[in-house]
């Protein structure tokens, strides 16, 4: 089996788009994907298995004022259910993580579900740590209606 990691372009935005169909249960934009490929605004990367393409990987890259040395954070890896245990999550961890060492971050973090239990453990295998964070998401297209903290 003959496997291989590149950078999306354009080309892949339908086959990520049937991808994070089922990965985030929703249909996404096809315009702001090609966006998101035109303009670099995320690394993204697709692995290849044999010609096909076998899952993706959306990334981004920021440095702040208390974030000294910068993040990258992994927001998005799906590996095809056909695909899954042949080690096609964890070559796109690697490359994931050598493109924020190429861009001189100090961190990498890595979002997902509660309940995620296998991708959580690839990611605990890789050394990452589970840190006692709360995120906090606003749809800021929504009205603001002043409710009371709980």
């Known amino acids: 089996m003959n496997i291989q990691i590149r950078q999306a372009t354009v080309d892949d935005c339908d086959e990520i788009m049937k991808m994070d169909y089922i990965f985030d249960k929703g249909a996404s934009m ?13 690394f993204i990367t697709v692995a290849i298995c044999d010609g096909k393409m076998a899952g993706f990987n959306c990334a981004s890259c920021h440095k702040t004022l208390c974030d000294k040395g910068g993040t990258g954070e992994g927001n998005d890896l799906y590996v095809k259910d056909e ?3 042949m080690g096609i999550g ?18 990498s973090s890595i979002f997902t579900g509660k309940s995620n239990i296998t991708a959580k453990n690839m990611y605990l295998k890789r050394d990452y740590k589970e840190r ?6 606003r749809d800021l297209t929504d009205k603001i209606e002043q409710k009371k903290p709980m």
Do not use: A
């Open 30 to 42: 096809r315009k702001h994907m090609l966006e998101v490929l035109e303009k670099g605004e995320e």
């Open 83 to 85: 695909y899954r245990r």
């Open 90 to 107: 964890t070559k796109l961890m690697e490359s994931m993580e050598d493109e924020f060492r190429k861009r001189n971050l100090k961190f």
């Open 132 to 137: 006692n964070v709360v995120v906090l998401r």
